[in-house]
């Protein structure tokens, strides 16, 4: 058998482990833990490489924690509510639950033909009533301890399908599926209080050294801490008996650049003047239909009205600014009012250059730039104040201090700290997401739903067939009577943001009681997880929100735990080559054979190497290939070549390269007549690859460790028969297990060893075999390096002495002087004193 046999040995070993229950977690074990998690997948119907590339890291650091004598918990579940099963709904007439549950189905099936070592029995997926519904408990938990609330706000309205739309479903400001502009309305709505936790989320980012610096840079900016101040206009003339409203700037340094201020559409004094102004009236209908998000309302034309009033710089009463009425302007942030600064704000430059107002420079990078016009960019960087007045020469910072001083001494102003970071709305007008539990009454409000009363089920019985929430429609469910006054009343029929579901998985994965989220005492042995793998899309929302989430869970008592995971790892991910044909249409990979389009034999242009999309029509699925190759080549492959952070491209030959290697692999590991004899050189190799290895791996530096097993490999076959390749063949096998589990499992099996190698222990190295043979001697005469000499470790002195006297420059340095001296380091130096 010069073959390994991939379609026998995977399903053969798939199948022992999953009867030997392998990967199974015990919690009582007394082991040291390792909790190794990689992103839950969303089941969209198809594992994809960057899924195969994702889980095949996690699960070479799994198995090798393993091997290192760790209890390991190595997980797998399903972030399974969301749009596409909705979608799926409206255009393929499946219900949402139908459509998920058997992508499920199918893509558990292709991960357990990978061979990955998880603990199935802990498998989860969040559309399930026992998921939600402890997830609900959770909701109601927080909602008692007052980190939920509930207001009023803006979401984006398609008039059409009437239904709220997610930023990401806002093209170009209209509805991805109706096409109709979009309009932006006022929903109360749930939110969650992650602003109180913004201090600490920040802090908490120093603590997390193993993270990407990029990741952490990038919640840091997220979160957006900044020095800010709130000031009051006075208005040259009053709006009924309002004289003056408040401004909220990041930039008070740019004071003296200032050349309007402006409004929201929906702001009290614009309100009042539309009152009897139907120009502005029809103005302020007109803002109401720029999206809400911030991409939008950036490119969104900046328009504006002018109001004909004008009010006051606060830092000169003789300076009047103009006052309009902006749809850049939104009335949920800061006060609903901003002055602009055109030189050094690009909004309120687009803005300045369409009504033709005054561009006035008040930053500058150096003292030559100082009227250096500005065009049609606003200056945004860092510099020094000009055209200001007291703050001229001073730094941004420096000057904002100066006139929050100003302000505060003189009180029409105050400092404030300043975050980016809003508060989490929640509430999505969904069907296949969680039931917010809570029922709205009349009389009492919204009372929340009482826990013996959980888990608030999703119904079955919904159509997609006419626009809108099927929840919201359905004839009975919502009708229910008030937990507390017994009236009737009707539930909540909006569903949590599926973030919320990612929140908190890894503790339930933990620990998962039926009658509970989560057992503390079980939950606090594996958390926090010790490595987390996944994509970098995620490096700020859910991430963070899992942060926020777990601090959440802790201030009210749940869990002794702050931040959910201590190392993380964002991987590349899979590109190909794109394909067109002479027309330009992408072509897959499959209608390509020789070069030519295999139904027309037209000639293909290959493209850039991209990331696997279907829109370009470059992916290539696993499933057959795994079936082609066997899974040990596929994972091969997803480790070796690439830097896991980097991208990885996926080509035929790269494949068929692993499995030619996993055949070597195989070929070698054959038991033959144990043979005699040592190979010191052989043995050497052989223990540095063994601390290597595990240091690499430890380091996710999976494809050094590919690196060192070709070596390893090569100087094996390259040996002549000796006990010592015997010894290096049969440990390879143990080096290869992470990577290759089902070609280890075989070849451990023909050696006759006992047991399996999935709870086989990582070879031990031999320090002493780690280190040179041979050392460098450093020749000084007076201390003086002179030369240099190799010699076998261990020399002793006077050998090393004569090896030195012996050197012709140390001769010629030595100029026929004598030796007062010879000191001598063995294995470091021989220094010559004359
Ligand atoms: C004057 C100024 C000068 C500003 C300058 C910026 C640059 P971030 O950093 O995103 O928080 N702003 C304040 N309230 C607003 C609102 N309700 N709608 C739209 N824009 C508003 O943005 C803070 C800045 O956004 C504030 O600082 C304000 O413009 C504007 F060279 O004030 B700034
Ligand atoms: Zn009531």
């Avoid at 919502?478 to 009343?489: E, F, G, I, L, R």
């Avoid at 991430?543 to 995971?565: D, M, N, S």
């Avoid at 034999?601 to 991209?610: A, C, K, L």
Wanted: with cysteine.
């Amino acid at each position: 058998n010069a073959r390994f046999n991939h379609v026998k040995a995977d399903a053969h070993w798939q199948r022992v482990w999953e009867e030997q229950g392998s990967f199974h977690a015990d919690d009582t074990s007394a082991k040291p833990r390792a909790y190794v998690l990689e992103m839950f997948p969303y089941p969209s119907g198809r594992i994809h490489m960057g899924h195969v590339r994702n889980y095949t890291m996690g699960d070479v650091l799994a198995r090798f924690r393993r091997m290192q004598g760790h209890e390991v918990l190595h997980p797998m579940g399903w972030d399974a509510f969301g749009m596409p099963a909705e979608n799926a709904a409206m255009e393929k007439k499946v219900h949402p639950g139908d459509w998920t549950r058997a992508n499920i189905a199918a893509m558990r099936g292709q991960l357990k033909r990978l061979g990955f070592a998880l603990d199935w029995s802990r498998e989860l997926a969040t559309c399930e009533p026992d998921y939600y519904g402890q997830e609900q408990a959770l909701f109601l938990d927080l909602y008692a301890a007052n980190l939920v609330y509930r207001k009023e706000s803006a979401v984006n309205w398609d008039p059409v399908d009437m239904t709220v739309l997610a930023n990401e479903q806002v093209i170009d400001g209209r509805g991805w599926r109706s096409g109709a502009l979009v309009e932006r309305r006022k929903l109360s709505q749930w939110f969650l209080k992650i602003t109180d936790f913004a201090d600490d989320l920040l802090d908490g980012l120093k603590t997390l050294d193993q993270w990407p610096e990029k990741v952490r840079t990038m919640q840091e900016n997220w979160i957006g801490k900044s020095q800010g101040m709130r000031f009051r206009f006075a208005l040259d003339r009053a709006v009924g008996d309002i004289d003056g409203f408040e401004v909220f700037t990041t930039r008070p340094d740019t004071l003296f650049g200032a050349s309007f201020s402006a409004i929201a559409a929906d702001h009290p004094i614009a309100q009042a003047l539309a009152a009897n102004n139907s120009e502005l009236a029809a103005f302020i209908e007109d803002c109401k239909r720029t999206g809400t998000a911030a991409a939008e309302i950036e490119t969104a034309e900046k328009k504006g009205f002018d109001t004909g009033l004008s009010v006051t710089h606060p830092l000169d009463p003789t300076w009047k600014l103009p006052l309009f009425v902006a749809n850049f302007v939104l009335m949920e942030y800061g006060t609903g009012a901003v002055f602009g600064c055109p030189a050094h704000d690009q909004r309120d430059l687009d803005f300045a250059r369409k009504y033709a107002l005054p561009v006035t420079r008040v930053v500058a990078p150096s003292p030559e730039e100082a009227d250096a016009p500005i065009h049609d960019e606003a200056y945004v960087g860092p510099g020094r104040i000009v055209n200001s007045r007291f703050l001229d020469g001073l730094s941004v910072d420096e000057a904002k201090a100066a006139v929050i001083a100003r302000g505060e001494g003189e009180g029409w102003g105050t400092g404030t700290t300043v975050w980016r970071l809003r508060d989490w709305g929640v509430s999505r007008q969904r069907y296949w997401g969680t039931p917010i539990p809570i029922i709205h009454c009349e009389s009492c409000g919204p009372v929340a739903v009482p826990k013996a009363d959980l888990p608030v089920v999703l119904p079955e019985d919904v159509s997609f067939d006419i626009p809108g929430n099927p929840l919201d429609r359905h004839p009975t469910w919502k009708h229910v009577t008030c937990p507390s006054c017994n009236a009737p009343a009707v539930r909540e029929t909006d569903t949590l943001d599926t973030f919320v579901d990612s929140s908190w998985y890894f503790i339930r994965f933990a620990s998962q009681p039926d009658d509970q989220p989560f057992d503390r005492a079980t939950a606090e042995k594996w958390m926090p997880v010790g490595q987390y793998i996944g994509g970098v899309e995620h490096a700020i929302l859910h991430l963070l929100y899992a942060r926020f989430w777990t601090r959440a869970l802790e201030r009210i008592g749940k869990i002794g735990v702050k931040e959910p995971f201590t190392g993380l790892f964002t991987q590349g991910m899979v590109t190909h080559e794109t394909y067109k044909d002479p027309a330009g249409q992408w072509l897959s990979p499959e209608d390509i054979s020789n070069g030519v389009v295999t139904a027309t034999g037209e000639p293909v242009t290959v493209g850039r190497i991209e990331k696997m999309s279907k829109s370009k029509k470059n992916v290539v699925d696993p499933g057959p290939i795994v079936d082609q190759y066997g899974a040990d080549a596929v994972r091969w492959f997803m480790l070796s070549d690439s830097p896991p952070e980097r991208d990885l491209e996926w080509t035929e030959s790269g494949i068929e390269g692993c499995w030619r290697f996993i055949n070597r692999l195989w070929r070698i590991t054959e038991p033959g007549e144990p043979a005699q004899g040592q190979d010191k050189d052989l043995d050497r190799k052989l223990h540095r690859a063994i601390a290597g290895i595990a240091a690499d791996i430890d380091a996710l530096g999976f494809n050094r460790a590919v690196a060192k097993l070709h070596e390893l490999t090569n100087a094996i076959e390259k040996a002549s028969p000796s006990a010592s390749r015997d010894a290096a063949a049969r440990a390879l096998v143990r080096l290869v297990a992470p990577m290759v589990p089902h070609l280890a499992e075989e070849a451990w099996a023909r050696l006759g060893e006992t047991g399996l190698i999935a709870d086989a222990l990582w070879p031990k190295h031999d320090p002493a075999l780690l280190v040179d043979d041979e050392v460098t001697i450093a020749l000084q005469v007076n201390g003086k390096l002179r030369d240099t000499l190799v010699a076998p470790k261990g020399t002793d002195r006077a050998a090393l002495e004569a090896m030195a006297m012996a050197s012709d420059k140390i001769v010629r340095s030595l100029e026929r002087a004598a030796p007062k001296k010879v000191i001598v380091v063995p294995d470091r130096l021989v220094n010559i004193v004359i």
